[in-house]
């Protein structure tokens, strides 16, 4: 197999403005945080792929590039499918406990399902959505529901 061909996403970085705080958030959500983690970067196991956090500067320095400002709008939004429609709420609740912020409450989209978002405390967006064509297996990967 040819490795360099793989289209699959491996690590997703977020630069965080206070790495302990985006920690303590991220495991409040129910991440584990993996044990290679260390003073300057945590991972987390997405199942198949890992959220790491790194601090916003170091992340910068580390691809040569200016560090984003942390109002600077939208840019991506990561999302995290769920397998029941009240599951969209009950995420977004958590992610308030834990110290986010809802950014859209929980509304159906013209495609169907029920959608709603949050941003961390670094202002990174997150969806939360349910939706009816796709399933989502017990690791949390997802799959679109065959046609009719």
Do not use: K
């Amino acid at each position: 197999m040819n490795h360099t061909a793989n289209p699959a996403v491996s690590f997703i970085t977020l630069g965080v403005l206070d790495l302990e705080r985006s920690r303590r958030f991220y495991a409040a959500l129910g991440y584990v945080e993996h044990p290679r983690s260390n003073q300057h970067v945590a991972f987390f196991d997405l199942g198949g792929q890992v959220l790491g956090l790194f601090p916003r500067d170091a992340l910068a320095e580390d691809a040569s590039v200016n560090a984003a400002p942390p109002d600077a709008g939208i840019a991506f939004a990561l999302a995290r499918n769920v397998t029941r429609e009240s599951d969209v709420q009950a995420v977004l609740d958590r992610a308030v406990a834990a110290g986010g912020r809802i950014t859209r409450e929980p509304s159906s989209p013209p495609w169907g399902g029920v959608r709603g978002y949050f941003a961390d405390p670094d202002g990174f967006a997150w969806e939360v959505a349910w939706n009816p064509g796709m399933t989502v297996d017990e690791r949390g990967r997802v799959s679109f529901t065959a046609s009719d």
